[in-house]
Nanobody, 122 residues
Framework: QVQLVESGGGLVQAGGSLRLACAAS????????MGWFRQAPGKEREFVAA????????YYADSVKGRFTISGDNAKNTVWLQMNSLKPEDTAVYYC???????????????WGQGTQVTVST
């Protein structure tokens, strides 16, 4: 199994920045990539960003392109999500997840963290 622990959430004003971190432990040798997802109240969980360890390719949801940046350190089994120019609609619980899949598709993510709350005020 893989254990994931997120940190870095909090309350920030619109236009501000936050940096989330996710540390993985356990059977991380088989993980091909890490992703960030979020779930706002009353809404389904949605993809935010992902990082493929091999080659370092990154993926972003259209709603966060140009504002959020995912990065990682494979040796430390850690990924970060730098969130800039935050908007009230970014308010959600943010989850880190890991995948062993080649496609990085949503349904390939097997292990999930507990989530960290991000609240953006107007």
């Amino acid at each position: 199994q893989v254990q994931l622990v997120e940190s870095g959430g909090g309350l920030v004003q619109a236009g501000g920045s936050l940096r989330l971190a996710c540390a993985a432990s356990g059977r991380t040798f088989s993980v091909s990539g890490m992703g960030w997802f979020r779930q706002a109240p009353g809404k389904e969980r949605e993809f935010v960003a992902a990082l493929r360890w091999s080659g370092g390719r990154t993926y972003y949801a259209d709603s966060v392109k140009g504002r959020f940046t995912i990065s990682g350190d494979n040796a430390k089994n850690t990924v970060w999500l730098q969130m800039n120019s935050l908007k009230p609609e970014d308010t959600a619980v943010y989850y880190c997840a890991s995948t062993r899949g080649a496609t990085m598709g949503y349904d390939t993510y097997e292990y999930w963290g507990q989530g960290t709350q991000v609240t953006v005020s107007t």
